[in-house]
């Protein structure tokens, strides 16, 4: 809620973007993740043949981010802790000088989040776009005039990202990066979790969703 003189505002149903400043990572990791031979480069989309695994290789690195990551769901947005959310798949990617990443969102997954390795200044900032048919104030069908935009009114919403910085956010939610007009390659690392356990309300066990290696 926010105090705005004597009107009192209430942001219903937001759509949450978590951020946390992590601790810095240790510089050799961050170098070994920066040249691992399985990049992804941008602004191309994944290959079949990427490997999108690659935290499985730096296990306490991969921890961290789940931690926040469960803290993100379970305690700041109240969801179950019966459910547990792990990391199903991870990648570096690599976006050049003068590359963008245009907008898209994370397939088969329930919350994504990107670590930021190599941030060069005007390297780019994460935006985070309203989804279609996201009627939170007016119908996509009538273009009311915005003069100051607000998270409430804007259909897109930029973040300053920093190096050693993670943000969080709903997997269906679209982003994009804005060009890298630096004159140095920005790097970040994305992780995609889904959450296994029992589904349903009244001990009706209605879904159940395992791991493949149980």
Not at 9 to 38: T, Y
Not at 42 to 49: E, K, V
Not at 156 to 164: I, S
């Amino acid at each position: 809620m926010l105090q705005l003189g004597n009107l009192e505002l209430h942001q219903l149903f937001a759509v949450p973007i978590g951020i946390v400043r992590m601790p810095k990572l240790d510089s050799k990791v961050k170098q070994e993740l920066i040249k691992n031979k399985d990049i992804v480069s941008r602004p191309g989309a994944n290959d079949p043949n990427d490997t999108l695994e690659l935290l499985d290789e730096y296990q306490d690195l991969k921890q961290s981010i789940t931690t926040e990551v469960q803290a993100f769901v379970h305690n700041c947005l109240g969801y179950s802790k019966q459910l547990n959310f792990k990391m199903t798949n991870s990648w570096v990617s690599r976006q050049p000088p003068g590359e963008q990443t245009f907008m898209h969102n994370h397939s088969n997954s329930l919350i994504s989040a990107v670590y930021y390795l190599q941030t060069p200044k005007d390297s780019g900032r994460i935006i985070m776009h309203k989804r279609k048919h996201y009627d939170n104030v007016f119908s996509e069908t009538v273009d009311i005039p915005v003069e100051s935009f607000t998270p409430v009114s804007s259909t897109g919403w930029p973040f300053d990202v920093e190096e050693d910085m993670l943000i969080m956010f709903p997997s269906n939610v679209e982003h994009s990066v804005e060009p890298n007009t630096s004159n140095q390659d920005r790097y970040s690392l994305a992780s995609n979790f889904f959450a296994f356990g029992e589904f349903g309300y009244d001990k009706i066990k209605q879904l159940e969703i395992k791991e493949w290696n149980d």
